[in-house]
């Protein structure tokens, strides 16, 4: 059982624009959550997070929104740089361990 | 050292072989996870060491896995009789304390053959 999902295994973007990943999740016992960027034979580094107190988290060009009654989570990205293409995590941090979404890859083209 | 490391970066190695695949984290952090992705999916959590002792090793498949981190610093994960389904990239992460921001380094990547 999925308990951190991400729908869109790939999403494509013109520069310039907004990318919107999305996340869901099935534990509300949940609290807290982060969005890992990783790019080819790289380990995942970590982006952006946000505590289950707050409903947006903004830094930079990077912005974390959640909706505890929907179990959602999403990341924006605006403006998209070229140098945004990697593949985006969300994940979980229950305590000791982190539960990661399969993935979105994301492709900014210039 | 300034990151998570890791070596081999890669490994193939034949059905049935025993490997060990090394983690040294960030020096001073005291939690340190292993982690596994296969392809097209998102890190898999495998064990969780605070100290020299694993606190959650629930995500180890089976016992061909094991890991230890005799003196709270380095670590091994060690897979006896590897099979094919086992390839896979291995991924160690350190954090200060065990909450707060978790650090990757690169992986292993594990073929077998």
């Known amino acids: 059982d999925q308990q951190v999902k991400q729908n869109s295994p790939s999403l494509s973007v013109q520069e310039g624009r907004i990318s919107i990943l999305n996340c869901d999740y099935t534990?509300?016992?949940?609290?807290?959550f982060l969005w890992y960027k990783k790019y080819p034979a790289e380990g995942p580094t970590f982006l952006i997070s946000?505590?289950?107190?707050?409903d947006k988290n903004e830094d930079g060009r990077f912005t974390v929104f959640l909706n505890k009654s929907a179990k959602h989570l999403s990341l924006h990205i605006v403006p998209s740089q070229p140098g945004d293409s990697a593949v985006y995590f969300c994940?979980?941090?229950?305590?000791?361990?982190?539960?990661f979404g399969q993935g979105t890859t994301l492709q900014v083209k210039p | 050292g300034a990151g998570v490391s890791q070596t081999p970066s890669n490994k193939v190695t034949e059905k049935g072989k025993y490997v060990e695949l090394r983690c040294d984290p960030i020096?001073?952090?005291?939690?340190l996870y292993w982690y596994r992705q296969s392809l097209g999916q998102g890190p898999e959590f495998l064990i969780y060491?605070?100290?020299?002792?694993?606190?959650?090793d629930s995500g180890l498949p089976n016992d061909r896995f094991f890991a230890v981190r005799p003196e709270g610093s380095v670590s091994t994960l060690k897979i006896q009789r590897t099979e094919r389904g086992d390839s896979a990239v291995y991924l160690c992460?350190?954090?200060?304390?065990?909450?707060?921001?978790?650090?990757f380094g690169s992986g292993t990547r594990l073929t077998v053959v």
């Open positions: 992460a350190s954090s200060l304390t065990g909450t707060g921001l978790v650090s």
């Open positions: 534990n509300s016992m949940f609290d807290y």
């Open positions: 946000i505590s289950s107190i707050k």
């Open positions: 994940a979980a941090d229950p305590p000791g361990k982190l539960i």
């Open positions: 020096s001073g952090h005291t939690a």
């Open positions: 060491f605070q100290g020299t002792g694993a606190a959650d």
